[in-house]
């Protein structure tokens, strides 16, 4: 019950200093379409059961620009990566509606092409160990 209520109290200071509620009514700022076309990722249809599926693109992230971004604003990736997690959460609030159940789950597809050593450097692993932690925690 301890380990939920601290993910949750997480989830909820994310979700206000963030400004969650607001994230798809606003622009993206220009270092956050920059991450989204270093870090792909899209909705790549259903599967049989109605879950989406999502195509993740690791394998071939633009780390350059990424460490750029990073370096000037250490949030921009997480927000890039929470707009584009909000816009799945509601795909999955549509599908729940025209399928009358609930669509809660979603297939995560990395494509892992392109992964080689440059990886393993300290700032991406942490940068893609933090983005993915956060990512499973809020988004399961």
Do not use: Q
């Not at 879950?51 to 890039?80: C, F």
């Not at 297939?107 to 450097?121: A, N, P």
């Amino acid at each position: 019950m301890n380990v939920t209520c601290e993910h949750l109290e997480r989830y909820m200071k994310t979700f206000e200093e963030l400004k969650l509620n607001e994230i798809m009514g606003t622009k993206a700022s220009e270092d956050e379409m920059k991450v989204m076309k270093s870090w792909e990722m899209y909705i790549y249809g259903v599967d049989n059961m109605g879950h989406p599926i999502v195509y993740d693109r690791l394998g071939s992230l633009d780390l350059t620009t990424l460490e750029d971004v990073y370096s000037r604003n250490p949030l921009i990736i997480k927000v890039a990566k929470y707009r584009f997690m909000t816009k799945l959460g509601n795909l999955k609030s549509y599908l729940s509606n025209k399928y009358n159940k609930l669509i809660y789950k979603h297939v995560m597809i990395f494509d892992m092409s392109g992964f080689t050593k440059r990886f393993m450097g300290s700032t991406p692993r942490k940068l893609c160990k933090e983005i993915i932690h956060d990512l499973a925690e809020m988004y399961p």
